[in-house]
């Protein structure tokens, strides 16, 4: 098997920001999502609010955990330090990472089977403890790498692609976030990167557990029971040497609307999503006010979008262990095993 990959030279007529670098430097490998998924949109406008940013790319270390999601860091910013985690278990192991080397930019990419679902309890534990850290939930509802089950964020009533009922209540990720005392709380649509673009650059500014959730319409669901061109139905009927799978191409979903308006966007399947765009007099420093605003929309069936919550001062999980200001990963054994006179006083100390 060969994959594609991209050309290494550029052409010298490429803007460069002011670290040096163009925008194809922030890209990565080609992906191998679905034609027209909107998780491919998320990582083109993490591309961009990386490069606008003037961010080093050496400088930021990207977290995900399991599913199409979780795939997504490889398709962006190539050049920097990356793991992929099991699944629900990317939290902890950025929590671990960040405590060990505070002066890298943290990114954490997840979706909603991995942080709603089995991660639950690491996404909720990650967020009160404010680790300074960009969490992003590139949220579709359903399992993508097994066959499009409900995940736990899909709404209670939606149908799935056979006809079948949601009949549990939904986790909202972004109540959760504002609850457990994230500092910085966003929600977007991966079709409007004019609004996600400098959502994500704040997230990437802003210094404590900053939450971005993005809706992301899921493209390869759409071959339902008794459809004569439906995967099941031409492998029943079919005597072939091998099998192989192909997801028709998809037009990516795409949508322009301005604060304060609500928009209706229809989704691949024929069902409509109704975004709301924050106004400009909202206001995102209160915290509760952002709670009761979000549940009065969704009762009236929309997804507010934009910056939910901000709160300019804060502290992270350094700052509350009183941690030194050199990186962990770099003290050496003088430094970390001190002596017994001072064991003996951190002891007493203790007592």
Request: charged letters at 20%; a neutral charge.
């Amino acid at each position: 098997m060969t994959y594609m990959t991209k050309p290494s030279l550029h052409h010298p007529s490429l803007i460069r920001n002011k670290v040096g670098f163009t925008r194809r430097d922030y890209e990565g490998r080609i992906s191998t999502l679905c034609a027209g998924c909107g998780h491919d949109a998320i990582s083109a406008a993490i591309v961009q609010a990386c490069w606008e940013l003037d961010i080093e790319p050496h400088r930021v270390a990207k977290f995900s955990g399991i599913g199409c999601s979780s795939k997504t860091p490889d398709y962006f910013l190539g050049a920097s330090h990356g793991f992929n985690t099991v699944h629900g278990r990317m939290p902890s192991v950025l929590t671990g990472a960040n405590l060990a080397n505070r002066h890298l930019l943290y990114l954490g990419v997840s979706g909603d089977g991995d942080s709603a679902s089995i991660g639950l309890g690491q996404f909720a534990n990650i967020m009160r403890r404010s680790v300074n850290m960009t969490y992003i939930v590139e949220n579709n509802g359903v399992y993508g790498l097994t066959k499009g089950q409900f995940s736990a964020t899909a709404d209670k009533g939606s149908k799935s692609k056979k006809g079948v009922i949601n009949h549990d209540s939904p986790v909202d990720l972004v109540g959760i976030a504002l609850q457990l005392g994230a500092t910085y709380v966003g929600r977007s649509f991966s079709g409007d990167k004019e609004q996600l673009v400098p959502l994500l650059k704040g997230a990437l500014l802003h210094h404590g557990a900053a939450f971005v959730d993005v809706i992301s319409p899921c493209v390869a669901f759409n071959n339902h029971g008794g459809s004569t061109k439906s995967y099941d139905y031409v492998r029943q009927h079919n005597e072939a040497v091998n099998k192989i799978d192909f997801v028709p191409h998809m037009e990516e979903i795409t949508t322009k609307y301005k604060p304060g308006e609500v928009v209706e966007v229809e989704q691949h399947d024929g069902t409509f999503l109704r975004l709301r765009k924050l106004d400009d007099s909202y206001d995102p420093s209160d915290r509760y006010a952002a709670l009761s605003y979000i549940n009065k929309h969704q009762e009236q069936g929309e997804v507010v979008t934009g910056l939910l919550y901000l709160d300019p001062i804060t502290t992270d999980l350094h700052g509350a262990l009183n941690t030194c200001q050199e990186s962990l990963s770099s003290l050496d054994q003088p430094v970390l095993c001190p002596g017994n006179d001072i064991l003996s006083k951190i002891n007493a100390s203790l007592r």
